[in-house]
């Protein structure tokens, strides 16, 4: 059982690349969210899945998209990387949709955008 | 809509000391809260979490949190602390959606 899985776990861009973030996690939970962690920023939500076949917008968006492929996997893509997006990427998925809302994060992925 | 302040970025405790991590929270509707912890260059995982029933949570490496309604705080203490506990920490309250919100998280360093 190995959980939530991301890969890469570093990566270095160029400004203007592109590339996609994988998460995938075996715990057959519904939701999927993917947060960004900066310095003194905490973690940020970027975007989230409640269930599969659905997306929705978090508190910072801008400059990514998401896929919710299937129950398992949730991808994120930077379509045009910006050296603002510098920074520590997390995965995480919860059982339900609810207030028992406890996450289950990945190990992150380090993205550098030079 | 909820909110976390977690009061103090930084927290320097000495081995064996009592450590308090403050949190107080701001909802709308009853509050679900988390205490997640964050180890160097590993993702977060949860400590304890309150849902309803008795206000005295006990987590994992001896950590324990008590909700309090009145102060609208969940603070976070183990009485001794060790080398081991240091690493970030992350109040967290979950609300009427599937979302999650954290905060600015505090970071624990012990002291030899």
């Known amino acids: 059982n190995a959980g939530v899985t991301q890969t890469p776990k570093f990566q270095v861009l160029k400004t203007g690349q592109s590339m996609t973030l994988q998460c995938a996690q075996d715990m057959n939970h519904n939701s999927m969210y993917w947060y960004r962690q900066d310095p003194g920023m905490g973690l940020r939500l970027i975007y989230y899945?409640?269930?599969?076949?659905?997306?929705d917008k978090g508190e910072v968006p801008n400059g990514y998209n998401v896929s919710r492929l299937n129950k398992r996997e949730f991808s994120l893509r930077l379509e045009s990387a910006a050296p603002s997006q510098t920074s520590v990427y997390f995965c995480a998925s919860s059982e339900v949709a609810g207030l028992y809302n406890e996450q289950f994060f990945g190990p992150g992925t380090r993205l550098t955008v030079l | 809509a909820q909110s976390v302040t977690q009061l103090g970025s930084h927290v320097s405790v000495s081995e064996g000391a009592l450590v308090l991590l403050r949190c107080n929270y701001s909802s709308s509707v009853p509050p679900y809260l988390f205490w997640y912890v964050q180890y160097p260059n590993q993702g977060l995982q949860l400590l304890l979490k309150?849902?309803?029933?008795?206000?005295l949570v006990k987590g994992i490496n001896g950590f324990e949190a008590e909700f309090k309604k009145s102060e609208t705080s969940f603070h976070l203490t183990k009485p001794s602390a060790h080398m081991s506990d240091a690493a970030e920490y992350f109040c967290d309250v979950g609300g009427s959606n599937y979302k999650l919100t954290f905060g600015k998280g505090t970071l624990l360093t012990v002291n030899p």
């Open positions: 309150y849902t309803t029933g008795a206000t």
């Open positions: 899945s409640a269930s599969e076949g659905t997306t």
